[in-house]
């Protein structure tokens, strides 16, 4: 079983999101002041922050989008009311949705794999907004099971949201492995309930600790990227 997360590991939130600031920046002084790396860096801590709100059940996806309009705009020193908020918010998803796309190699490389191994996704995020994005950048045939915290009430990485997922797989730790960009939540996450772990590093930055994991930099070429992936997978399971 190939767990992979799904937030800049196989769905390229990134691209799209830095399209969608790029276009508010084009828009508005205030952020044009900034640069998009710090509108970006900005941007990704409100999303963070509101996504624990929206886990806790302490908010709305509506009022969260907005929410973080009035976050990344007063950060950048302009207040901003409500009404204004959503409509800005709604050109940051508009723009986002204009440019969303799969991390490019993704779906050659699930389609190797998938001739060997079944495929899951283990993500911290709302169930029927994973569900989407997989069915609009195509990889949804290729996959065969969909963890969230929303479904398991935990997030990564909380070792119980990998419990969940090796149990609706019906297989065991050492015949899971677990594939994602996030050093934290996946890496150390995965390890921590006794997965192997591959770190998706993109950005090629060092190792932040000596930890036994794989790394790929690229999906392509695909054969390299499984190579590494299946290397941490303990062999077939037995059933
Ligand atoms: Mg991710």
């Excluded at 950048?137 to 935990?154: K, R």
């Amino acid at each position: 079983m190939v767990f992979f997360d799904l937030d800049d590991t196989l769905y390229d939130h990134r691209t799209a999101s830095r399209a969608a600031l790029r276009a508010l920046r084009e828009e508005h002084p205030s952020l044009r002041r900034r640069s998009l790396e710090w509108l970006y860096a900005t941007y990704a801590t409100a999303l963070e922050t509101g996504h624990r709100r929206l886990m806790a059940g302490r908010t709305t996806p509506a009022a969260s989008r907005a929410g973080r309009m009035v976050e990344v705009f007063g950060a950048a020193g302009e207040e901003i009311s409500a009404r204004e908020a959503v409509r800005r918010s709604a050109i940051y998803h508009a723009v986002y949705r204009a440019n969303e796309r799969a991390v490019p190699g993704a779906a050659g490389l699930l389609g190797s794999l998938r001739r060997r191994h079944r495929i899951g996704i283990v993500s911290n995020n709302r169930t029927r907004e994973q569900r989407g994005k997989l069915g609009r950048i195509g990889l949804a045939p290729y996959i065969d099971l969909l963890v969230t915290s929303e479904m398991t009430g935990c997030s990564k990485p909380d070792p119980r949201i990998f419990a969940y997922a090796l149990r609706a797989a019906g297989v065991s730790a050492p015949h899971a492995v677990m594939v994602g960009d996030s050093w934290v939540a996946d890496v150390r996450g995965a390890l921590a309930a006794g997965v192997g772990a591959v770190w998706f590093n993109r950005d090629r930055r060092p190792l932040p600790e000596p930890v036994d994991v794989g790394c790929v930099e690229r999906w392509r070429p695909t054969e390299r990227a499984a190579t590494t992936i299946e290397g941490r997978l303990a062999g077939p399971n037995p059933s």
